[in-house]
């Protein structure tokens, strides 16, 4: 069997516990055609990039899936009829990932701290200081030559 991660996005209509039971409908699809589902995560409601179908915002579900892809294919035949979900992704893994996924994760202040929290000095040195000859004033042009 393959490793899947799977994304699908539901209608902001809808509630968070509707949500969460597609998602148990969908993982019992899965489950009945030989698969089991590694992990699910529930991302909340996002904002979206650019409208579909007629949407701005959507709840983002994540399912780690380990399946044949007859079982993906119909979850995804499924979704596609269900007029809640908006989007849905399928991306074959070589393996999961251990523990939350990248959207679950806070940023650590120790991360920060690396990059420079404090924002300390720039590179250029401050104003003036780029190399560069000064820009003559606008009262140093004059239109005594004739142009």
């Known amino acids: 069997m393959a490793l ?3 994304i699908f996005l539901a209608r902001q209509d809808v509630t968070a516990q509707q949500v969460e039971a ?3 409908q969908f993982k019992g699809v899965i489950e009945a055609n030989g698969g089991k589902v590694a992990k699910v ?19 983002f579900s994540l399912l780690n899936i380990d399946a044949p892809s007859a079982a993906v294919a119909e979850m995804e035949r499924l ?6 979900v908006l989007r849905v992704m399928t991306i074959r893994v070589e393996e999961h990932e251990e523990g939350p996924s990248a959207m ?3 940023r650590d202040d120790a991360d920060r701290d690396e990059r420079g929290g404090d924002r300390g000095e720039r590179r250029g040195g401050g104003r003036g200081d780029s190399g560069r ?6 009262d140093e042009f004059s239109n005594e030559g004739g142009f």
């Open 4 to 6: 899947y991660e799977h």
């Open 22 to 24: 597609m998602t148990e």
């Open 41 to 59: 995560e529930y991302w909340g409601v996002k904002s979206l990039a650019y409208r579909i179908k007629k949407n701005r915002k959507a709840h």
């Open 79 to 84: 979704q596609s009829i269900n007029e809640d």
């Open 104 to 106: 679950m994760r806070k």
């Open 133 to 138: 000859a000064p820009r003559p004033r606008r």
